[in-house]
């Protein structure tokens, strides 16, 4: 059976979010901010001037904590031996000539072009992917579109941020990304039992496809099934869970 989506529908919203799905809307408060000095009042998902203008000497292979901007913090990027590397920065456009409309981009092709369309797909056994940007609230202008891809490094509750695959593997159905846990970690209500992964051409049909994906391919005394569906909508796999 298919899993209940008042458990699930949560992920599926977080997800939905598009580029933001990392760390909220990343903004600058109007144009002003970019002259004003950085205050103590930043909001958690906002930049100040100088973590803005430390964007500016960014370059790909730059590693990022795991809430990548925002916060209270004068950096952007971070040393990669640092055990707060989460991310590798592997693109980053500036002025990339897009706008954002309450926080998110209604057209993916931008990102797509930049950061290679299997940006923020759950495939089965690689590392989480995502990308986010800094944007004027006041203007919508994206002032820095970028790419990220995790280092390894576990998430702060726990998680190895790697896309789960093998039998046995566990994870939490109420994380928005969905990463592997120790099966004995709080939270954690799902048990791989065989894992369908979908080929590129039908991720944007699959979610709709997926109790035929389940009931035909999966194999062993699996409970519900769990199409894992990104921020664009598309499911890169299909679970057979316990």
């Known amino acids: 059976m298919n899993i209940d989506t008042e458990t699930f529908g949560p992920i599926r919203r977080l997800l939905a979010v598009g580029g933001v799905a990392v760390a909220g809307t990343v903004a600058l408060t109007g144009c002003g901010i970019l002259e004003d000095a950085a205050t103590e009042n930043t909001a958690d998902d906002e930049v100040n001037s100088a973590q803005y203008d430390a964007v500016a000497d960014a370059a790909e292979g730059d590693c990022l904590p795991e809430p990548p901007v925002g916060g209270a913090t004068d950096t952007f990027a971070i040393a990669c031996d640092d055990p707060e590397a989460f991310w590798t920065l592997t693109a980053i456009a500036a002025d990339p000539g897009i706008t954002a409309t309450g926080g998110s981009i209604a057209d993916p092709a931008a990102v797509y072009e930049l950061c290679g369309e299997e940006i923020g797909a759950n495939i089965p056994g ?16 994206v002032d820095y579109l970028f790419c990220l891809e995790a280092t390894g490094n576990p998430t702060v509750d726990g998680a190895t941020p790697v896309y789960p695959s093998a039998e046995g593997e566990c994870f939490s159905s ?47 005394d699996w409970t519900y099934y769990l199409p894992a569906i990104d921020q664009f909508g598309r499911a890169a796999a299909v679970y057979c869970t316990n």
């Open 174 to 220: 109420t994380d928005y990304m969905i990463g592997t846990y120790p099966c004995d970690a709080a939270g954690v209500d799902s048990t791989i039992v065989d894992t369908v992964e979908v080929q590129a051409d039908a991720w944007a049909t699959a979610e709709a496809d997926a109790e035929s994906i389940a009931t035909g391919e999966c194999s062993g």
């Open 126 to 141: 690689q590392a989480w992917t995502d990308w986010n940007m800094i944007y004027d609230q006041t203007t919508g202008n």
